[in-house]
């Protein structure tokens, strides 16, 4: 069985088109499955939502002092019932077939951790989307590759996976640093032997790549299937508390390993001073791993943070 965790912080509406997209999957071909939810300190009418919302498959929530992302998908993932955690933000949808392809996934890749094909949906379209699920209770799914704006953070993976049909077996070095919390599927028991999230990396991010990292240390490796599509309602972010946060969690993740090279080249990687290509080449480098052929791909926080450099190395 799957666990679908959904962690959300006064976010009732859009948590609703998300659950309410989910009922897409009910009824048709599909694996066993569960949704838990994390209301992280919600002060909203999300309790009260959560008590009315109709849904054709099992829902459990739970309501959390507010301790910020890591922690509140750690308390979900203690309450997972399934073999396999899918991670879905508030603000993701899956597209009906995910379930499917993923669970074809697991089967082939049984001890891997599962990346999908997220798109970002453009923030002109995501309130339309979300209404149309609140209100009609459906999506048009197919309309949403009209919808698409790049994301460079999404992006990333699916460029350092682009060439792994090239090979019988496709490892490259540096894809944990090229994850998003909210699109990964990770067996469950890899928690208890290797950890959970840092609850000490609070606000925006690196706590998917600090939790990978990890995981990759441990030998674990991880595929990326383009046919487990899922799409990001994008919206406005604050810059400056984006760039706040970005700061302090980099600084403490790089300091929390004792400042390895491969951290380094990660803020390098991240800051647009390296490409995608060398940034897995050192990677591969430095832990013994054959190199792999990379799209030519760089990118930069400055498209969040409007700084040339969120850190100076």
């Not at 909210?182 to 939790?211: T, V």
């Not at 004792?258 to 803020?267: G, I, T, V």
């Not at 991240?270 to 990677?283: A, V, Y």
């Not at 930069?300 to 190395?313: C, N, P, V, W």
């Amino acid at each position: 069985m799957f666990s679908v965790l959904i962690c959300s912080y006064n976010k009732a509406r859009t948590l609703k088109a998300v659950l309410t997209n989910l009922n897409r999957w009910t009824g048709q071909l599909h694996r066993p499955f569960e949704v838990v939810v994390i209301l992280d300190g919600s002060t909203d009418d999300s309790i009260s939502m959560l008590e009315n919302i109709r849904v054709d498959y099992t829902l459990r929530y739970f309501h959390i002092a507010h301790s910020g992302l890591s922690e509140a998908r750690n308390a979900g993932i203690v309450q997972c019932r399934g073999e396999y955690v899918v991670f879905c933000d508030d603000d993701v949808l899956l597209h009906p077939d995910y379930l499917e392809h993923l669970y074809q996934s697991t089967i082939m890749h049984p001890s891997k951790v599962h990346i999908g094909n997220l798109a970002n949906i453009g923030k002109e379209w995501s309130p339309g989307i979300i209404t149309s699920l609140v209100d009609r209770g459906t999506a048009d799914h197919a309309a949403f590759e009209h919808m698409q704006e790049p994301h460079i953070f999404f992006e990333a993976s699916k460029k350092l996976f682009h060439f792994q049909h090239r090979y019988e077996d496709f490892n490259p070095a540096a894809w944990w640093a090229v994850v998003t919390g909210g699109n990964l599927c990770i067996p469950r028991h890899f928690f208890a032997s290797y950890g959970y999230f840092d609850g000490n990396i609070k606000g925006w991010g690196p706590e998917d790549a600090d939790l990978c990292y990890r995981l990759f240390k441990h030998g674990v490796r991880a595929v990326f299937n383009k046919d487990c599509l899922l799409y990001h309602l994008d919206h406005p972010r604050n810059a400056e508390t984006l760039l706040e946060s970005m700061t302090r969690n980099a600084v403490y993740f790089i300091k929390k390993y004792k400042k390895p090279q491969e951290l380094y080249a990660y803020l390098n990687f991240t800051n647009g001073k390296i490409s995608l290509q060398e940034f897995n080449d050192l990677c591969s480098e430095l832990f013994g791993m054959e190199k792999v052929d990379v799209p030519s791909f760089s990118m930069s926080m400055k498209d969040y943070s409007g700084k040339e450099q969120f850190l100076k190395i």
